[in-house]
């Protein structure tokens, strides 16, 4: 199972990006893609997360800014991103719950998409 995150990139103050979260490989289901992040010198945390029932939580600081979307067809995830702050600014990490084809539940990560948000 392969996480391929993208749509970082350089924006600036109240700018938006959409960061897309693709799931490819030995896919029998996906419970859930959620959103964390890493600013520089900081630890990794959670963003937005959406339930396999399709409830959504957010962290504090992005309430009311990001929403968290899933195309199933696709077996995409999403986060838009509005009114982006510098303090925004990180690595965004995708990480999705995945039952195999052999039915094995794992979680995995993206390999992180780079969100710069300049003042």
Same mark, same amino acid.
């Given at each position: 199972? !392969? @996480? ?14 959409? @960061? ?7 896919? /029998? ?6 959103? *964390? /992040? !890493?600013?520089? +010198?900081? !630890? /990794? ?19 009311? /800014? ?9 077996? $995409? +995830? *999403? ?11 990180? $690595? *965004?990490?995708?990480?999705? @719950?995945?039952? $195999? ?6 979680? *995995?990560?993206? !390999?992180?998409? @780079? ?5």
């Amino acid at each position: 199972v !392969q @996480l391929q995150a993208s749509g970082g990139g350089v924006v600036q103050a109240g700018g938006s990006l959409r @960061l897309s979260c693709a799931v490819s490989g030995s896919i /029998r289901s996906i419970n859930t893609i959620n959103w *964390y /992040r !890493q600013a520089p +010198g900081k !630890q /990794r945390e959670v963003v937005a997360i959406r339930t396999s029932s399709g409830n959504t939580n957010y962290a504090d600081s992005v309430k009311g /800014r990001f929403t968290i979307s899933r195309d199933n067809a696709r077996n $995409t +995830g *999403y986060l838009q991103m509005n009114s982006l702050k510098p303090e925004d600014t990180g $690595t *965004y990490y995708c990480n999705a @719950l995945v039952t $195999t084809t052999w039915d094995k539940v794992s979680n *995995y990560w993206g !390999q992180g998409t @780079l969100v710069t948000v300049s003042s």
